[in-house]
């Protein structure tokens, strides 16, 4: 499975962007995919996951983030609104086939990932 990322850029605060990751297969009908996030000097952490029709976020992105999903064109999408300075950082997309809910946030749950998308957003 190859992931590819699209939609990064550099926007204001209080912007929005709309991040796509397309697979190579039909890989959307039984996996959870997720974004992650790496920021500047930070580790990278889980931002969002859609599993089983649940969606799932970290809290700092609940109500501004909403991720979803188009399987006839296996891909997943995650539309950012009211963007914050602190949202800036490289956005990975990842699939996995065997994440259970416990798990949903664990970079080790995943099996494939994309090389990543950087989003800026300026003060």
């Known amino acids: 499975v190859q992931l590819q990322a699209f939609g990064g850029g550099s926007v204001q605060a209080g912007g929005s962007l709309r991040l796509s990751c397309v697979a190579s297969e039909r890989t959307l009908h039984s996996t959870a995919m997720a974004w992650f996030r790496q920021a500047p000097g930070k580790e990278r952490e889980f931002v969002a996951a859609f599993r089983s029709w649940s969606e799932y976020y970290t809290d700092s992105v609940k109500g501004r983030f909403t991720i979803s999903k188009d399987s006839a064109k296996n891909t997943v999408y995650l539309q950012m609104n009211r963007l914050k300075p602190e949202d800036t950082a490289v956005y990975y997309c990842?699939?996995?086939?065997?994440?259970?809910?416990?798990?949903?946030?664990?970079?080790?749950?995943?099996?494939?990932w994309g090389p990543g998308t950087l989003v800026t957003v300026s003060s």
């Open positions: 990842a699939v996995g086939s065997r994440v259970i809910l416990s798990t949903i946030s664990k970079e080790t749950a995943y099996d494939y």
